[in-house]
């Protein structure tokens, strides 16, 4: 892992997030030892303080930071490859279409444990007021 971690922090200060679409070959990528991070979208909505969404794209052995917790509830969509994903101390095997949801504050990871490529989406958001 590169000295700066792959972590993505929610931009409440931002400009409010604009309608539209799109493609993670527009979005300036990030790049760090064995993760690729694409944060298509951060900062607020009509709803929400601050919501960030994005795309990571992970070598084998690859994680983007090792397990961590934040205030936003998060989810994360595996699109391909596999690996494992830790909640709450609890490690699951997870492959294609796996979903995780946590609730803010709570320890959570993802790793490629797999031999190719795995991309996994992850969104997480922090309600105003909260």
């Not at 595996?78 to 994903?85: P, Y």
């Amino acid at each position: 892992m590169s000295e700066k971690e792959a972590v993505v922090i929610n931009q409440t200060s931002a400009p409010k997030l604009p309608d539209g679409v799109l493609d993670p070959s527009r979005v300036t990528k990030e790049e760090f030892t064995g993760c690729t991070v694409y944060a298509m979208y951060n900062g607020p909505t009509d709803m929400l303080s601050a919501v960030s969404t994005g795309m990571a794209v992970l070598d084998p052995g690859g994680i983007p930071h090792p397990p961590h917790q934040h205030p936003e509830e998060e989810f994360m969509i595996v699109a391909s490859g596999t690996g494992e994903i830790e909640v709450d101390g609890k490690v699951t095997q997870v492959g294609p279409g796996a979903i995780m949801y946590t609730a803010g504050n709570t320890m959570h990871g993802i790793k490629n444990t797999g031999a190719a490529p795995m991309t996994f989406y992850w969104s997480k958001w922090t309600a105003k007021g909260a």
